[in-house]
């Protein structure tokens, strides 16, 4: 039994003892309260943590359930049967509605947003009045009645409440396996090169917004049954401070984080009450030292996250045998007649080239000729301004980067894109689940003889490492295309020549390469043509050494001006 579970064991075990036989009316009621932030905290989790958003909608839909139960047990003298799977539908409902507009923006726009949403409730909960009974909200709300049974207050709606958190926590731990919370570390850490991993973005980041509105919808339903009246206050933005505060300083991943913030923060204020008029700062100062000292959350010093592995970082040439070759899908890609601008910037300005099976085609240019921008709209992750781009005879411009992906097209970058907190072998396998592929690191590992670092943390890869790590991962769901953005920068020779010789070892296997970089000496070995870019253009295409006499690329790229 691991540190968490064994915790988990105790601490419920506690729970249960002083819930039943020495906890007092008032008490049973705060652990009720408590059973309901977890769930709130739960379905935070998802958004805040799991998708690294920060919404401040949580107490919005915790309001929205809180309504919906509200006003059809207040008003109607609903079943709970009814009103509350209905709180959590209208509450996910909600979600779904302002989700196309909302969940497309960044960071603080995105915060911002879903705090206009809030506001726009607790105007409409407020001055809507025969509906919502205004400022001063519903009374009469009916305690939770399944059929003819009626739940009390105290021990029975305790007991009740928590048997939902337990189920809670199911449908939490049922949605977080292993290779979800992988993909969702991807898409946090490395938003930008996800979808190039095949990794849907917008689905995991809507169905996050939406597993945590109806969390939310749940915890606000059972809310106003526990204080027998709905008020705009379960709208208003104290819920979602709140939710908030317990899911930074309990922990933003994890059932256990969930019902230490949770139980926590409810407990905090009747701890400190005898500090009278002072409790608030007292609790602010407990709070603040949590934030300080605990910065993930006070589970993570309790059951601290596992440390990587003794072989982290091993040298690149410590490896032994090297494997034949992958089984790529065999494609072609076709570009015509591209154009992508910036502003006045044409990066790409009429560019057309091909490749295929087998093909090793690198790509030279000086400085902003617009090599980074090819990768980008062939891979999908930026969208052409004219043109059209074929992969395997299909149009694919314009395509979604993770569709693109999926159809055989991987890509490494200029900088690295590996996610800090997975492992080598959970990021190869994450990326394989995303091509619905069985997880195998092992073969594609091998390929770049690094199996050795297989359990090693990628943030405690050396720079030649974390190179190869990233064609691992592009490589290891044997696509037909591969586009390669300056894999030889900041390697030694001897790094640089690994790479050279695993490129021409992929294209024997029919893989077709595109290897942009400035480094002719490595490049010139490997290549069968060579590009060159230049203010967007391509200004020559042909053999190694047709191309670097070309008076335009010598003019061009090493300054040499041709008489
Ligand atoms: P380098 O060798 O330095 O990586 P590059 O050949 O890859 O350069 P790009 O990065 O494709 O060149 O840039 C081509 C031009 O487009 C440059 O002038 C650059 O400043 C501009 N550019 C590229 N991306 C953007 C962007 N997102 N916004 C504005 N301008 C951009």
New binding site residues.
Partial sequence: MNARTSMSVAGGAALTIYALFFASSYDQRILTLSGIYVILVLGYQFIFGHAGALSLAQGAFFGVGAYTTGILGSKFGADFLLTFPLSIVVAATLAALVSLPVLRLKTHYFALATLALSQLLLLVAINWEPVTGGANGLPGVPPVTILDWKLTRGLPLLTFVWAIVGMAMVIAHMQMRAGRVAAFTVMRETPLAAPSFGIDSGMLRLRAFLLSAAFGGAAGALFVHTNRVVSPETLGFGVMITCLTMTVVGGRFGILGAVIGALLLTHLPEWFRGFDEYYLVAVGILLLAAVVFAPEGIVALIAPAKAPHENDKPSLHTQSKRASATKPSRLALEAIDLAKS??G?R?LDGVTLSFGPGEIVGVI?P????????ANVLTGLTPVDQGTIRLGGRDITNTPAHIIARMGLARTF?TPQLPNALTVRDLVETTQRAHGMSPAADEALDLLTIRSIADARCDTLPHGLRRQVEIARAIATNPGILVLD?PAAGLSPDEQDEIAAICISLSASGMAILLID?NIEFLSPCVSRLIC?EA?RVIADGASDETLTNPDVRNAYFGVISS
Avoid: C, R, S, W
């Fill in positions: 910036y502003g910037v990066a240019g400085n902003g000729a617009g090599k980074t921008t090819l200029q300056e400035h870019m967007g």
